[in-house]
């Protein structure tokens, strides 16, 4: 049973190309997130919704758009796609317990732009 | 504005040493700090989550400790096998922004 996973895993496509990549979370979680794992292992967060509404918003470029359709998902979307879009891209789920909120993470997507 | 370095990138032992892996963070004002293994093409896996009121977090092999004032956490590695190679992160939940800031990394190999 996987809790936080992500589709697909890997993508391959042309520059200019609009793709998305799906996120589900069978934990509960009311927090999701996109971190972006750039070829240095740097990773950043992108944005974090809670119960459907946009929490954070990274500097990011607008051809990035999250939608939440429920709590337990949380899709990105890219529209022309570029070689510096590239990366390696992680969600994630929170819940906070007892003040705690450690973060789950999905497999991630390897997405690699030509 | 937070920053999370770790030291160091990479290190590589032979099985059965006890090692240190260290993290520091920029500005105290933290909710908490995790690390986390991410091991070749996966995802990230938490393993210790340490709150900012806290000074250490055991789980088996695994202790990490905490000093926010100095800015500083180790995580304590126990009698270390093939299995914990791995990349190790730590991340701060950062006070001011509420956000994950995550460290470089280091790059753990433990060799038969």
């Known amino acids: 049973d996987t809790a936080v996973s992500q589709t697909p895993k890997y993508l391959v496509t042309q520059m200019g190309n609009d793709k998305s990549i799906k996120c589900e979370q069978n934990l509960g979680h009311d927090t999701m997130y996109w971190y972006k794992q750039d070829s240095k292992k740097f990773l950043k967060i992108m944005f974090s919704y809670n119960n459907k509404e946009l929490i954070i918003n990274e500097t990011v470029p607008n051809r990035f758009s999250p939608k939440s359709p429920d709590k337990a998902h949380l899709n990105l979307h890219i529209n022309s796609l570029e070689l510096g879009d590239s990366a390696v891209y992680f969600c994630?789920?929170?819940?906070?317990?007892?003040?705690?909120?450690?973060?789950?993470f999905g497999p991630g997507t390897r997405l690699t732009v030509l | 504005k937070q920053e999370v370095t770790q030291i160091p990138a990479a290190l590589s032992v032979p099985e059965g040493e006890n090692l240190v892996l260290n993290c520091s963070f920029t500005d105290s004002a933290i909710y908490n700090l995790q690390w986390f293994r991410q091991d070749p093409g996966k995802g990230l896996t938490s393993l210790l989550l340490i709150q900012s009121s806290q000074r250490e977090q055991t789980s088996g092999r695994l202790n990490a400790s905490l000093d926010k004032s100095s800015g500083r956490s180790t995580l304590y590695i126990a009698a270390s096998q093939p299995g914990d190679s791995a990349t190790y992160l730590c991340?701060?939940?950062?006070?001011?922004?509420?956000?994950?800031?995550f460290g470089t990394g280091t790059r753990l190999q433990v060799f038969p």
């Open positions: 994630a789920s929170s819940q906070i317990v007892g003040g705690a909120d450690t973060q789950y």
């Open positions: 991340a701060v939940r950062d006070y001011n922004t509420d956000k994950l800031i």
